[in-house]
């Protein structure tokens, strides 16, 4: 899922990161002692708003999850892409796990 121009985001603030920052569509929101705080005051503002755009934990270091209003990382179960054991079995050619040294055996 790719964070939309509209989406909530939630990202460390304060000193070491000990606080919580709001911003929705690059606008500065709030900023929180808890992550619970920030999280009660997205909810707040999407019933006010009537609207319910995504919401994403940006890390400090810039990458980005979708998270729920519980302040859980969502995930998605098919994003359409292949896993890295398939893709390592398409760039090595099967699953020949031990490179052939058994295959008279079985």
Sequence with gaps: ???Q???YTLTPS???GGKTSVAQGGKFLGEFTET???LEFIKEHMEQEQYEPNVFWVSDHGNE???NLDGEEIHFEDDGQPTMYEE???LYGGDDWDHGQYDEAF
């Design 88 to 90: 390592y079995q398409d």
């Design 36 to 38: 619970e705080q920030a």
């Design 65 to 67: 999850w979708p998270i």
């Design 14 to 16: 304060g000193h070491l």
């Design 5 to 7: 121009e509209d989406d």
């Design 1 to 3: 899922m790719e964070r």
